[in-house]
């Protein structure tokens, strides 16, 4: 039990032994396993289950403590008792991506044909491949309908992605700060951490377990690399400035002088002992790929056409990584085919990160949009509680 009382149960579950998936490269994997995490209870009709779809470097720890780091779990202002996805009224699930590195299958994982990690022979994936796993999870869940599918950043490319491929089994989706496909900015920033991980000596081509080492070294880099995209220059100003690092004057040299050099290396060196370095290089990839105007033929709107699901899409006027015209581009795609929509521009100085911070417009759009969905799928809708201590 967390600090807010939030339950979770975590569980590990093997799927596609008898029916493989066939992944976007051609090549079909299974047995797979998914490692989810859920919170709340699924009623008896089996209609109040939300899925949370998690970014690059999170995991399905979304509202309890990472075992890793002991931190509170990523969304937990968002996600609880009375909170604005009330664990409450919603059966919550969110899964470990394939590819990941929490207990999904993924490059870290032992391949049962070798007895060793995956490695580079792991499979090259995308977000549809993602979404597929996803979908043998709540088939084995006996969940016909998800009531939302909800995610930022990545996780909103998975909700687009669920929209296009499984309409019929979501009824409400909320992609936030995300995009319909990855830019050739945001490919470029990629490119850059992958290959300050290849080229770091400790990668061995991808097989650094059999030699008991990791790339420690050029996996900060890019997760100092990625940060910055994350944050947005008002914010990195209200933090840092160019305000030095314990010193009363720059030391002529090449330590860390300034505060946005200490935070940064301070981020690239706790995150490489909670991610596996061959897995950031599938997921970003993964990212890279995602692309649903061409899936569509070219024509975004076409991705969505006669869908049924309702919308609401979110993004926030910092946000330089997914910025707003993005978002717009989808809510244009989803008017033309007179999808039921709604978008809201946040205002914020946070950047990317906004969507994991406290923001209570971002906070109030969502807990709206879930009451009035629940009203429409015919829930029962109940005065929300407090949130409780």
């Known amino acids: 039990m967390s600090q807010d009382r939030t339950i979770s149960r975590a569980k590990t579950v093997s799927l596609g032994a008898d029916r493989p998936i066939r992944l976007a490269c051609g090549v079909d994997l299974g047995p797979f396993t998914v490692a989810f995490e859920t919170y709340g209870t699924l009623n008896a009709d089996r209609s109040n289950a939300i899925l949370i779809c998690h970014a690059l470097t999170l995991d399905q720890y979304v509202a309890s403590p990472n075992p890793v780091t002991g931190k509170p779990g990523w969304w937990h202002t968002l996600v609880g008792p009375g909170k604005a996805?009330?664990?409450?009224?919603?059966f919550v699930i969110c899964p470990n991506v394939l590819g990941g590195c929490m207990g999904s299958t993924g490059p870290g994982e032992i391949n049962?044909?070798?007895?060793?990690?995956?490695?580079?022979?792991?499979?090259?994936i995308t977000i549809g491949d993602m979404v597929q796993a996803q979908v043998r999870l709540i088939d084995h869940l006996g969940i016909d309908q998800l009531f939302c599918v909800i995610g930022g950043s990545m996780g909103g490319m998975q909700t687009l992605e669920w929209a296009h491929s499984h309409p019929d089994r979501v009824f409400a989706a909320v992609p936030i700060a995300t995009s319909y496909r990855h830019s050739a900015q945001n490919i470029a920033f990629h490119e850059v951490g992958r290959q300050a991980i290849t080229t770091d000596p400790d990668w061995h081509g991808g097989d650094y377990f059999s030699h008991?080492?990791?790339?420690?070294?050029?996996?900060?880099?890019?997760?100092m690399a990625a940060h910055i995209t994350?944050?947005?220059?008002?914010?990195?100003?209200?933090?840092?400035?160019?305000?030095?690092?314990?010193r009363d004057s720059v030391g002529y040299g090449f330590d860390a002088d300034f505060q946005v050099e200490s935070?940064?290396?301070?981020?690239?060196?706790?995150?490489?002992?909670?991610?596996?370095?061959?897995?950031?290089?599938?997921?970003?990839?993964?990212?890279?790929?995602?692309?649903?105007?061409?899936?569509?033929?070219?024509?975004?709107?076409?991705?969505?056409?006669?869908?049924?699901?309702r919308w609401c899409v979110i993004s926030f006027s910092s946000d330089w990584l997914f910025p707003t015209s993005e978002s717009r581009a989808i809510v244009h795609a989803l008017n033309a085919v007179a999808a039921n929509?709604?978008?809201?521009?946040?205002?914020?100085?946070?950047?990317?990160?906004?969507?994991?911070?406290?923001?209570?417009?971002?906070?109030?759009t969502l807990t709206g949009f879930l009451k009035g969905a629940e009203e429409r799928r015919g829930l029962p809708v109940e005065p929300r509680k407090a949130p409780k201590p």
Do not use: C
């Open 112 to 124: 049962p044909a070798t007895g060793t990690p995956w490695g580079l022979s792991f499979p090259v």
């Open 341 to 364: 929509v709604s978008f809201v521009e946040v205002n914020s100085d946070k950047g990317h990160d906004a969507f994991l911070l406290d923001e209570p417009e971002f906070h109030d």
């Open 263 to 309: 935070y940064l290396r301070y981020q690239g060196s706790t995150f490489v002992d909670r991610f596996d370095a061959n897995s950031y290089l599938y997921i970003t990839r993964a990212m890279d790929y995602f692309d649903l105007a061409t899936e569509a033929g070219g024509v975004l709107a076409n991705a969505f056409r006669d869908t049924t699901v």
């Open 85 to 90: 996805i009330d664990t409450d009224r919603f």
């Open 230 to 246: 994350y944050l947005s220059e008002p914010a990195l100003h209200r933090k840092f400035g160019r305000s030095l690092q314990d």
């Open 212 to 223: 008991g080492v990791k790339p420690h070294r050029g996996l900060a880099v890019a997760r």
